[in-house]
């Protein structure tokens, strides 16, 4: 079976303050963070043990998972699973990325997230940098507010050609045809972020080659739609997998999206869905 799981466990702390992001200078308490480590830890020893499977995992962290020594050892771990085609994560990038080197380059991946007034601006670059000195595959990408217009086109300007970057659409905001033309000039594929998608009773990967799993181990179809299909660790997920429609009005994040068979991103983004990266690139 080939299987792509979105995994997020309870992590919810980061180090950053944005203003548009609940989970701003959140803290987990020390009895949070071993929990979530003992949540990581029995996904990874379970996806280790799939290898009848192909198996393919984003970690989707409410929180800034590479700042914590289990995502980066699981990353690492995951990476070298020979059954494991990619391993991928939502990060701001704050971490070093020395660790980098104990994994699999053809098989880890970043989505890295560009946060200004979070971090020095040449500091982000110079982590983008050492990731590409390094062979690391990776997107970068910004929010959409106005105010960050400027840095998403100085970003532009200083990544290399071959690095994508993204732009995602505000959270509730609309934009005229000039905004949004702005934006499609720094990312191209902008459009698809512009507007949330209809999505209700069209067919969706998700629930069928793509679950959604918590730190119990419950799965879902998506982080979206909260109905239950079993749990991982007992199996009962399985029998549940099947073509299915989304049961929801419309979708209106990238994660979700992307898997919507009425959209063509899966061969927009061949060989890169996972980490957000065009097939041309």
């Not at 771990?77 to 990325?97: E, G």
């Not at 209700?200 to 793509?210: K, M, Q």
Request: proline fraction near 7%; charge should be neutral.
């Amino acid at each position: 079976m080939d299987l792509t799981i979105l995994y997020r466990g309870p992590l919810a702390s980061c180090d950053y303050d944005c203003p548009y992001c609940p989970f701003a200078k959140r803290r987990d308490s020390p009895a949070q963070l071993r929990a979530d480590r003992a949540a990581l830890e029995r996904f990874t020893a379970w996806a280790a043990e799939r290898t009848d499977d192909r198996l393919s995992v984003l970690i989707t962290p409410w929180g800034e998972g590479l700042t914590r020594s289990w995502y980066r050892r699981a990353l690492t771990d995951l990476s070298h699973l020979p059954h494991v085609a990619r391993v991928a994560i939502q990060t701001n990038l704050s971490c070093r990325t020395d660790w980098l080197k104990s994994a699999d380059p053809a098989k880890v991946a970043l989505w890295c997230t560009y946060h200004p007034g979070q971090t020095p601006y040449d500091r982000f670059l110079t982590k983008c940098r050492e990731l590409g000195a390094a062979g690391i595959r990776f997107s970068v990408g910004i929010v959409g507010f106005p105010d960050h217009l400027d840095q998403a086109r100085r970003l532009r300007a200083d990544l290399p050609e071959h690095v994508y970057l993204w732009v995602n659409a505000a959270e509730g905001r609309t934009y005229s045809d000039p905004e949004a033309a702005d934006w499609t000039s720094v990312d191209p594929l902008f459009p698809y972020s512009r507007h949330p998608h209809r999505s209700a009773g069209l067919p969706c990967r998700t629930g069928e080659s793509v679950i959604s799993v918590d730190g119990e181990g419950t799965v879902r179809r998506c982080h979206f739609v909260p109905a239950e299909l079993g749990n991982l660790y007992d199996g009962s997920y399985r029998a549940a997998l099947k073509p299915r429609a989304c049961p929801l009005t419309t979708c209106d994040c990238h994660i979700g999206y992307v898997h919507l068979e009425t959209l063509p991103l899966y061969d927009v983004f061949a060989g890169g869905v996972l980490e957000r990266i065009p097939a041309a690139r």
